[in-house]
């Protein structure tokens, strides 16, 4: 039976590897924004936990905060006419390192408030963590280990 149900899942592994090959995309997600009330205060905020320089600007009626990227997916801290935040709705996971506790441990210091500690997922999907930031989003983190 065990075998069965191992060439039914690798059956279904295949089929979503096609779906995903059919719909022409390497990734789902190809930028983010965190709203803001207080675009600097978010600056620091994120400035802070992460160890970065944040740079900002002002388009077209918003103020932009770009996080650093060398390659990948990338985003922005967004101030303006609709932009707020929420505890609600999608949850954003950003990029822990490679120990999440690390980053964690400077949300209070920054002004945000830790909702769940680091927690184990899964040996292959490693460790998450929930946070409030300092304009009232709710974001996670995620580390490998």
Not at 43 to 54: D, M, P, R, S, T
Request: net charge neutral.
């Amino acid at each position: 039976m065990g075998s069965t149900v191992n060439l039914k899942e690798k059956i279904k592994e295949a089929k979503l590897q096609k779906l995903k090959e059919q719909a022409g995309f390497k990734n789902f997600v190809t930028w983010f924004e965190i709203p803001a009330y207080n675009h600097y205060r978010s600056v620091a905020f994120f400035n802070y936990i992460y160890q970065i320089e944040i740079t900002s600007v002002e388009l077209n009626g918003f103020a932009m905060g770009f996080f650093p990227v060398d390659s990948g997916v990338s985003g922005a801290i967004v101030t303006g006419n609709g932009c707020i935040p929420s505890e609600i709705g999608p949850l954003l996971y950003l990029n822990g390192g490679d120990d999440l506790n690390i980053i964690l441990a400077r949300v209070n210091e920054a002004g945000g408030r830790v909702v769940m500690g680091k927690t184990f997922l899964s040996e292959t999907a490693g460790y998450f963590a929930l946070f409030i930031d300092s304009e009232g989003n709710r974001l996670a983190l995620h580390s490998k280990y």
